[in-house]
């Protein structure tokens, strides 16, 4: 193992493994603390009964991080303290695009406020161009020679990140970590990773960013939450990234714990799309039967016709090869397929999405947000299940006309009936279009005082 391996992480080294080679400054803690009825993990900060952990040779194990490799009561961890060992850097930003004036003005205040070491929420429409929002503070960080996380609960979302940045800072070290990924840990000054490899780190990062920020599993976890504030350094910027606020991301605005930059626009200056109710009481008897009602095969098919890819979504994994199969009988179309969370072909299948080799992808709400194919249409199939939150929905709706080629897209959102999730998403996305449309060149809209959420 490398030195620089322990640069900011926590490293589990088993009592009998040979650490001499580490400098005196290396700091050394027990992995797992027992203190009365509990233990509590020192990678995980999570406390758990002793009689839940206890193993049969009397030691005791954490069960609560245990996805990343077990750590007992025998193991110790180490860590070196963040030393940001990377070259100087006068240009590091390659990226030759230019963003608008709207984006321009939320990325002088975000770096602004990141260069004072302040938290931040950008808020920001579906397709406004978060990412590319991000590059001068990223490029005005790694001037400072500061390290930089992008972390985000999707692994999708990684998987696109990843290029996106390796091209817009050509000369920097990166690495993308999730469980997933065929990279190995290097030291690198921008790690992109899923919220869960956070758990790794210890007071290493000087900018860290949560992409999507009110995405499942993220939002509301405790373990996850405490991983952010472990991973990044005492005096540092934590920026939260997403189209949908939680109440609490809210709340820390309004008492001044968090700076706020407000974009309801897309980066090419259209609406976003309000989506077509279509009522089906008897969708899912239908779909048994492997039947789709008529209102709902005619738009697949003029979409499919004109060569527009579509995504439609399902609510439950078990109704993916039911609606493959139903679609099949529609189409003439033979580049359809199924993806889902435990898919083991899921990034090959999204990357045929992005390639516009697989023209009608069926998935669950794992491709809610966080990922873009051009020139797409949308269908939810049952839109008015319990998985489909308010949030999800405006997010979905958002996976269309996010192109400049064609930044008019579709939605259809067919359900038994209308109920209060999609009528406050519709709702919030229609309050999103007014405030867009009253933004022009140079000004930028305040914050919503309406009830949107």
């Not at 850097?89 to 602004?112: F, I, M, N, Y």
């Not at 406050?424 to 279009?433: G, S, V, Y």
């Amino acid at each position: 193992m490398q030195l620089e391996d322990f640069y900011g992480r926590l490293v589990k080294v088993a009592g009998q493994e040979n650490v001499a080679y580490l400098p005196a400054t290396a700091k050394k803690i027990s992995a797992i603390e027992i203190t009365g009825k509990y233990i509590i993990c020192h990678r995980c900060n999570q406390k758990t009964n002793k009689q839940l952990a206890f193993l049969p040779n009397g030691n005791y194990y954490c069960p609560q991080c245990i996805q990343f490799g077990r750590l007992t009561s025998q193991d110790l961890l180490y860590t070196i303290a963040e030393p940001n060992r990377f070259p100087l850097q006068t240009a590091p930003l390659t990226w030759s695009g230019k963003l608008s004036a709207l984006q321009q003005g939320c990325a002088v205040d975000l770096q602004l406020q990141t260069s004072r070491k302040k938290d931040f929420l950008l808020w920001a429409v579906t397709g406004a161009g978060k990412t590319e929002i991000l590059f001068p503070t990223i490029a005005a960080a790694l001037k400072r020679r500061e390290r930089i996380c992008i972390a985000t609960p999707r692994i999708d979302v990684c998987n696109e990140l990843y290029p996106r940045l390796s091209a817009a800072f050509k000369q920097t070290s990166m690495v993308l970590l999730h469980g997933s990924s065929s990279m190995d840990y290097r030291y690198s000054q921008i790690v992109i990773c899923t919220t869960h490899q956070l758990l790794k780190f210890k007071n290493a990062f000087d900018l860290l960013i949560i992409d999507e920020a009110d995405a499942f599993p993220f939002k509301g976890n405790r373990l996850l939450q405490t991983a952010v504030t472990n991973a990044r350094k005492k005096i540092s910027s934590l920026l939260l990234l997403t189209a949908t606020p939680t109440s609490e991301m809210l709340r820390k605005v309004k008492q001044h714990q968090l700076k706020l930059g407000y974009l309801p626009l897309r980066f090419h200056g259209h609406l976003l799309p309000v989506p077509q109710i279509i009522l089906l009481p008897s969708w899912k008897k239908q779909l048994q039967r492997q039947k789709l009602a008529q209102n709902i095969i005619r738009p697949l098919q003029k979409w499919l016709q004109a060569g527009w890819p579509v995504l439609v979504f399902a609510p439950q994994i078990s109704l993916l090869e039911l609606l493959k199969t139903s679609l099949k009988q529609f189409t003439t179309n033979q580049h359809l397929t199924t993806v889902f969370a435990a898919d083991p072909h899921r990034i090959e299948k999204v990357q045929q999405m992005r390639e516009e080799s697989c023209q009608l992808l069926i998935t669950t709400t794992i491709l809610e947000r966080g990922v873009t194919f051009p020139k797409l249409n949308v269908l939810v199939i049952g839109a008015d299940e319990p998985v489909f939150t308010e949030e999800a929905l405006v997010q979905i709706a958002g996976r269309a006309g996010r192109s400049s080629q064609r930044p008019v897209g579709e939605v259809i959102f067919a359900c038994s009936m209308l109920n209060r999730n999609l009528s406050r998403a519709i709702r919030q996305i229609k309050f999103l279009n007014h405030e867009g449309a009253k933004l022009n060149n140079n000004a930028l809209s305040k914050v919503p005082t309406s009830d949107t959420k």
